[in-house]
């Protein structure tokens, strides 16, 4: 079991900023993937962004490119996720997930870990 904890939620107008933090205290997770996936009530799980194991290869769902940049610092066992110009529509509760596959999976099934999520709130 990969323990994840997300942080770094909260309430932004629109137009604002936030940076989600998912770290992990098992020493394999530089080993893994890892994505973030949001969830809004009703809707299904969504991919949000995704890089590898070295943090070099990304892939973004189209609704964030531009906008959101994931990174990782294996150092210190933490991905986050810079989100700007957030818009009301991505209003979500936010998953960091872990991935044993190699490259950068973005279904859901592809993901063994998922931490607890954190509640992003949008203004308008």
């Known amino acids: 079991q990969v323990p994840l904890v997300e942080s770094g939620g909260g309430l932004v107008q629109a137009g604002g900023s936030l940076t989600l933090s998912c770290a992990s205290s098992?020493?394999?997770?530089?080993?893994?993937?890892v994505a973030w996936f949001r969830q809004s009530p009703g809707w299904a799980r969504q991919f949000v962004a995704v890089l590898n194991q070295s943090g070099r290869n990304i892939n973004y769902a189209d609704s964030v490119r531009g906008r959101f940049t994931i990174s990782r610092d294996n150092a210190k066992n933490t991905v986050y996720l810079q989100m700007n110009n957030l818009k009301p529509a991505d209003a979500a509760v936010y998953y960091c997930?872990?991935?044993?596959?190699?490259?950068?999976?973005?279904?859901?099934?592809?993901?063994?870990?998922w931490g607890p999520g954190t509640q992003v709130t949008v203004s308008s």
């Open positions: 098992d020493r394999t997770f530089t080993s893994y993937s």
């Open positions: 997930a872990a991935s044993t596959i190699w490259g950068i999976p973005t279904l859901t099934h592809h993901y063994d870990y």
